[in-house]
C-alpha cells in the first residue's frame, strides 16, 4: 500500500500562502488520482481537492479559489498550494492516492502523519 509522507505546513497570518508537498513509496504515475484532505481542531476528516490523472481538479467550495492541486510526475510529488489562507483554514492536512468513480473520489492508500496548517488572524 502506498504510504504518503506530507511536509510544507507552518505558522501563517491570514491572508499567507503556504505550498504543501506529498512523497509517496511508489510511483505517482500509475496511480488514476491524488487528493488532499484536512482535519480541523475537533472536526471531521473532509476532502478538499483532487486531481484525476487526465488533469481535471475538482474542489470544495471552502477552498476553490485558493487551492490548486498538482502533480509532479518527475518528482512524484503531489502538491496543494494554499493561498489567501484564513484562521478556518487551519487544520492537519493529509494526501492520498485514489480513485475517481462518477463524481466520487476513493481513496486507496495509507494515510500519513499529515502536516499542521496554522493560521492566525
Known amino acids: 500500500q502506498v504510504q504518503p509522507v506530507e511536509s510544507g505546513g507552518g505558522l501563517v497570518q491570514a491572508g499567507e500562502s503556504l505550498r504543501l508537498s506529498c512523497g509517496l513509496s511508489e510511483s505517482i504515475v500509475e496511480k488514476m488520482a491524488a487528493g488532499w484532505y484536512r482535519q480541523p481542531p475537533g472536526k471531521q476528516r473532509e476532502l478538499v481537492a483532487v486531481?484525476?490523472?487526465?488533469?481535471?481538479?475538482n474542489y470544495a467550495d471552502s477552498v476553490r479559489g485558493r487551492f490548486t492541486i498538482s502533480i509532479d510526475d518527475v518528482k512524484n510529488l503531489v502538491y496543494l498550494d494554499v493561498n489567501s489562507l484564513n484562521p478556518e483554514d487551519t487544520a492537519v492536512y493529509y494526501c492520498?492516492?485514489?480513485?475517481?468513480?462518477?463524481?466520487?473520489?476513493?481513496?486507496?492508500?495509507?494515510w500519513g502523519q499529515g502536516t499542521q496548517v496554522t493560521v492566525s488572524s
Open positions: 486531481i484525476s490523472r487526465g488533469g481535471n481538479t
Open positions: 492520498t492516492t485514489g480513485r475517481v468513480i462518477g463524481a466520487s473520489y476513493y481513496p486507496d492508500s495509507g
